[in-house]
């Protein structure tokens, strides 16, 4: 019996550096329509915030799209942090139902 596998792992793990700039060039696209999407925000009460921060996504967008390595570390950093910050969350909870049940 012959496994079986997808053509796209297989480009996933040949061609990881590619696999890489599509990531970084679908994030910033995404970070710019994000961008996009907050300037056009009408029902804010204090737009400037909203046009300056979709600027600021623009910006962040189009520096994703030309500079590949850089997105790459902020998407690592970004979901480490997250990650980190997921993890603390979920001790907090693992404390909080312990000393419940350790009261009742």
Same mark, same amino acid.
């Given at each position: 019996m012959r496994?079986?596998?997808?053509? /796209?792992?297989i480009?996933?793990?040949?061609?990881p550096?590619?696999t890489?700039?599509?990531?970084? =060039?679908?994030?910033g696209?995404w970070?710019?329509?994000? /961008?996009? $999407?907050?300037?056009t925000?009408?029902?804010? *009460? *204090? *737009?400037?915030?909203?046009?300056?921060? $979709?600027?600021?996504?623009?910006?962040? /967008?189009?520096?994703f799209?030309?500079?590949?390595?850089?997105?790459?570390?902020?998407?690592?950093?970004?979901? $480490?942090?997250?990650?980190?910050?997921? $993890?603390?969350?979920?001790?907090a909870?693992?404390?909080?139902?312990? *000393? =419940? =049940?350790?009261?009742?």
């Amino acid at each position: 019996m012959r496994a079986s596998t997808e053509p /796209g792992a297989i480009h996933i793990v040949l061609l990881p550096d590619l696999t890489l700039s599509f990531i970084a =060039a679908a994030v910033g696209l995404w970070t710019i329509m994000c /961008g996009l $999407g907050l300037m056009t925000e009408k029902t804010a *009460r *204090r *737009r400037w915030l909203y046009v300056l921060a $979709g600027v600021l996504l623009v910006l962040a /967008g189009i520096w994703f799209i030309f500079n590949h390595a850089a997105a790459i570390i902020t998407i690592g950093l970004w979901a $480490g942090m997250s990650l980190l910050v997921l $993890g603390m969350s979920q001790v907090a909870a693992a404390i909080a139902v312990w *000393r =419940a =049940a350790k009261n009742s």
